[in-house]
C-alpha cells in the first residue's frame, strides 16, 4: 500500500442533470411565489392606502367636533354674555337711584353762622327703596389739603324709611364742635375762608337697597370764598361715586 504525504487539492466539476419534470415543478414553484408575492405587496399597498384616508377621515371627524364644541361654548358664552348684560340693563333701567344736592344753593360767607347746611337726596329711580342711611361729614380745610374722608368724627347719621320715585327729603349736613353740638363760624376760620388758605368741603356715603338689592352712593363737594383761589381737591371730585348694579 502507498501511502501519500503533502497537501493534496483536487479540483474540477460535476456535472449533474436535473429530470426535466423535477426542473419544471421547481419553476411553477418559483412562478406561484414571485405571484404571491406580487400579490402581498398589492394587499400591503391597499391596506396602507386604506388606512391613510380611515386616518385622514378620523382626524376630520375630530377637528369637526372640536370645531362643533367650540362653537357650541362659544354660542353658550355669548348667550351667557347677553343675559349678564340684559339683566344689568333692566336693573339699570329700573332700580332706584339716589341723588344728593344742596337746596338751597350754598350762601355766601357773609351770610354764614353756624355751619349747618341743608340738602336733600331724591330718589330718581323707578323703583321705591327701603331703609336709607346717611353718612355726611363738614370739614374746613387747609388749601393745600385733600378732605380727610374720616366718618370716626362727629357728622350727621340720619336714618330714612322708603324714599319713593321722584320724591325728595331734607336732611342737614353739620359741622360738630367737641360737645357733639353745631359748631360757629370762628373768626379765624372766616379769615382763612375769605383769604383762600381753607375751604369748606362736604363729603358723605348713602347706603340702601331696593327689590334689586343693595345699593351706595358716595358724594363730596367742596365750597371756596376767595378768588383766585388754589385747592387740592382731586380725590373729592373722584370721591363721587354709585354702585352701577
Known amino acids: ?131 336709607v342711611s346717611i353718612d355726611v361729614v363738614v370739614e374746613i380745610v387747609n388749601s393745600g389739603e385733600e378732605p380727610s374722608f374720616n366718618y370716626s368724627q362727629g357728622h350727621v347719621l340720619q336714618m330714612f324709611g322708603t324714599v319713593f320715585p321722584n320724591k325728595a327729603l331734607p336732611f342737614q349736613a353739620i359741622l360738630f364742635k367737641s360737645d357733639q353740638t353745631p359748631a360757629r363760624l370762628s373768626p379765624e376760620d372766616r379769615k382763612k375762608l375769605s383769604k383762600g388758605k381753607a375751604y369748606l368741603a362736604t363729603f358723605g356715603k348713602i347706603n340702601y337697597s331696593d327689590s334689586f338689592g343693595p345699593h351706595w352712593t358716595q358724594f363730596c363737594e367742596w365750597d371756596h370764598f376767595a378768588t383766585p383761589i388754589s385747592v387740592n381737591a382731586l380725590d373729592c371730585a373722584n370721591y363721587n361715586k354709585v354702585d352701577i348694579e
Open 1 to 131: 500500500m502507498n501511502n501519500v504525504s503533502g497537501n493534496i487539492r483536487v479540483t474540477g466539476e460535476i456535472e449533474t442533470h436535473v429530470p426535466p419534470k423535477l426542473a419544471e415543478e421547481r419553476k411553477a414553484f418559483e412562478q406561484r411565489k414571485d405571484t404571491r408575492d406580487s400579490y402581498r405587496f398589492v394587499v400591503e399597498i391597499v391596506t396602507a392606502f386604506l388606512l391613510a384616508i380611515y386616518a385622514g377621515v378620523t382626524i376630520l371627524m375630530y377637528c369637526a367636533n372640536m370645531k362643533a364644541a367650540k362653537a357650541a361654548e362659544d354660542a353658550a358664552n355669548a348667550a351667557k354674555s347677553a343675559n349678564t348684560i340684559n339683566r344689568a340693563a333692566t336693573t339699570i333701567a329700573n332700580r332706584a337711584w339716589l341723588t344728593v344736592t344742596r337746596n338751597p344753593p350754598f350762601p355766601t360767607l357773609e351770610k354764614i353762622d353756624y355751619l349747618v347746611f341743608p340738602w336733600e337726596i331724591e330718589n330718581t329711580g323707578k323703583t321705591p327703596t327701603g331703609p
